[in-house]
């Protein structure tokens, strides 16, 4: 079993930044692809970004690329998510996720992972 807790989320404005954490505990961290995915009331949960167990590939969806960085530190069993240029769109849950490095699965699909943090919750103001 692996636990994740999210930290970091909070109220920001318009144009502003904020950055994510997620700390992983329970297996070998850098056997796992780790990622974040954001759910707004009454949506579908939605890919944000991913990163490769060693850290050297990173994913993200058209809405984010640019603007959101996913990071690891695998001596930390860390992943972070920072997100700069926000936009009042950005505003959801952001979940961290994790599945076995060897999964080659579709990396944007959330039935892909198998465990999931408790959520944080992220508000852009306009």
């Known amino acids: 079993q692996v636990q994740l807790v999210e930290s970091g989320g909070g109220l920001v404005q318009a144009g502003g930044s904020l950055s994510l954490a997620c700390a992983a505990s329970g297996q070998t961290f850098s056997d796992l692809t780790m990622a974040w995915f954001r759910q707004s009331p009454g949506q579908e949960r939605e890919f944000v970004a991913a990163i490769s167990y060693s850290g050297s590939t990173t994913f993200y969806p058209n809405s984010v690329k640019g603007r959101f960085t996913i990071s690891r530190d695998n001596a930390e069993n860390t992943v972070h998510l920072q997100m700069n240029s926000l936009k009042t769109e950005d505003t959801a849950v952001y979940y961290c996720?994790?599945?076995?490095?060897?999964?080659?699965?579709?990396?944007?699909?959330?039935?892909?992972?198998?465990?999931w943090g408790q959520g944080t919750q992220v508000t852009v103001s306009s």
């Open positions: 996720a994790a599945r076995a490095a060897h999964n080659s699965g579709d990396i944007s699909a959330p039935f892909m992972y198998d465990f």
